[in-house]
């Protein structure tokens, strides 16, 4: 089938997945200044931010009413809204199962310990972002002196959790990016062994500005990359896929290893489906947007999620996520 064949198949025969849960963007403020940071873009200098009341009644209980079961939590950085453990608590306390993506580039042991006490279940994930073993490839893919701090704070969430004998399963991920390529194995072996966590996830390294239909088929794939670049990165993403093979505990992030390579030479020929129905996306300011990715398309202090999953708008961003695959995020 052609790849045209293919899209106007989706389009018009494709599901999409249903909505299952929320993906919060709790905070605008950050710690860390990463080159390929995904929210940047849509940060709102001044606008109100969500409190905890907001997020509890305008989205977690309506969530809980209309059968989602998983909560995202990301930023910004997290660990830096002021609510963060409330909002934990109201979500594992309404029976959300809570995935928190931090730096962990802060670290006050007395949140930890609050947090890790609220997520005490396998069902809830603390995921670090960790992209190397080595201090430069680290340094530079994060945008600072990084791997000096969050290093040893891993070490020490993994060591307080121990200590408290909580539940809670510890993950990190790694962008994967020709500075890091050829240290896969071994960030994986310090990750799992010395630092002691529960799984890595491998995600590809995207660039996206807004995505909208007229200009999704020309968003940048990280950069262009020299012949070099490309080949370490294939060999880069095979091995990701045969060390999954080997050990359950390292993931490689949404699709097979023929949607990674098509990733890296054509996009739009990735057969899987967009996923990134699976959640509400909900930004600092209460915006509802299709993906992390997507426009705006309304705002939870003017329209409830119901309201929202019936508009116009929202039935649209439907029919455009069936045929734009250009990318490999693990949204859900």
């Known amino acids: 089938m052609s790849a045209l064949r293919w899209r106007l198949y989706k389009l018009l025969r494709a599901k999409t997945v249903p909505p299952q849960g929320i993906y919060l963007e709790i905070t605008d403020r950050c710690n860390m200044s990463c080159p390929m940071c995904n929210t940047r873009d849509h940060r709102e200098t001044g606008a109100p931010l969500l409190d905890r009341e907001e997020i509890r009644d305008r989205l977690l209980l309506p969530g809980r009413a209309l059968g989602f079961a998983n909560l995202t939590i990301s930023g910004g950085e997290p660990t830096l809204a002021p609510h963060l453990d409330a909002v934990i608590e109201d979500a594992a306390g309404m029976g959300y199962r809570v995935f928190l993506a931090s730096n962990i580039l802060r670290w006050e042991e007395g949140l930890w310990r609050r947090l890790l006490a609220l997520m005490d279940d396998p069902r809830h994930t603390v995921l670090a972002s960790y992209d190397s073993a080595e201090a430069s490839e680290m340094n530079a893919i994060r945008g600072g002196d990084v791997f000096s701090r969050v290093t040893p704070h891993c070490k020490a969430l993994a060591r307080l959790r121990s200590e408290l004998r909580a539940g809670t399963r510890l993950a990190a991920a790694m962008i994967l990016q020709p500075i890091n390529a050829g240290s896969l194995s071994k960030t994986a072996r310090f990750v799992l062994g010395d630092i002691g966590f529960d799984k890595l996830l491998i995600q590809l390294r995207h660039d996206y500005s807004l995505v909208t239909f007229r200009n999704y088929r020309r968003q940048a794939r990280a950069k262009r990359y020299s012949p070099e670049e490309k080949a370490a990165l294939l060999r880069a993403s095979a091995l990701a896929f045969d060390m999954a093979a080997a050990d359950p505990r390292i993931l490689p992030v949404r699709g097979t290893l023929d949607d ?47 309201e929202y999953l019936k508009s116009r708008r929202y039935r649209r961003f439907l029919l455009f996520a069936r045929i734009c695959n250009i990318c490999t995020h693990g949204c859900s």
């Open 260 to 306: 990674w390579r098509a990733f890296y030479d054509d996009p739009l020929t990735i057969r899987r489906i967009c996923d990134s129905t699976a959640f509400v996306f909900v930004d600092p300011y209460g915006n509802l947007r299709g993906c992390i990715s997507g426009g705006r398309l309304d705002n939870i202090r003017k329209s409830s999620i119901a």
